[in-house]
């Protein structure tokens, strides 16, 4: 069996401002019985960035460790938590980047199609400001 700690785990997070809604899934997924772990007598910060209104600055919490079996079934269940925490923000959508392709989190077909949209939306245009301008020199 192999055992990891689920403050190694939070920093396999695509997002990691993400992570106490991480930990809160981890822990009703536990609850509900998906999978293993138990808790471990020491705590771990979260690489998350809290803010205070109205003050400057950031802080970070602690949260309890916990000791997890990682089996297959763990791991499917951690890379979809993963891409909908990575994909479900709010405020804004995912900036395309390579790592974000390549992670699942955004749609590179989708994003290929609405690009190819936009050339022919912009070829077509072109192509009847070139013939209204013909047009207009004959007269």
Do not use: C
């Amino acid at each position: 069996m192999a055992y990891k700690k689920l403050s190694e785990q939070v920093h396999e997070l695509s997002n990691p401002q993400r992570s106490d809604t991480f930990i809160k899934m981890f822990r009703d997924a536990v609850r509900d019985g998906k999978f293993e772990a138990t808790y471990m007598p020491e705590r771990f910060t979260m690489p998350k960035q809290f803010t205070r209104r109205g003050s400057e600055g950031t802080y970070q919490r602690d949260t309890k460790e916990m000791l997890f079996d990682m089996t297959p079934k763990f791991e499917k269940w951690f890379d979809d938590v993963n891409r909908e925490l990575a994909a479900a923000r709010k405020g804004g959508t995912i900036k395309p980047t390579v790592e974000a392709i390549e992670a699942g989190l955004v749609d590179f077909k989708k994003m290929a199609a609405e690009t190819r949209k936009k050339m022919q939306a912009s070829y077509q245009k072109g192509q009847a400001l070139g013939q209204t301008r013909s047009k207009n020199k004959r007269n």
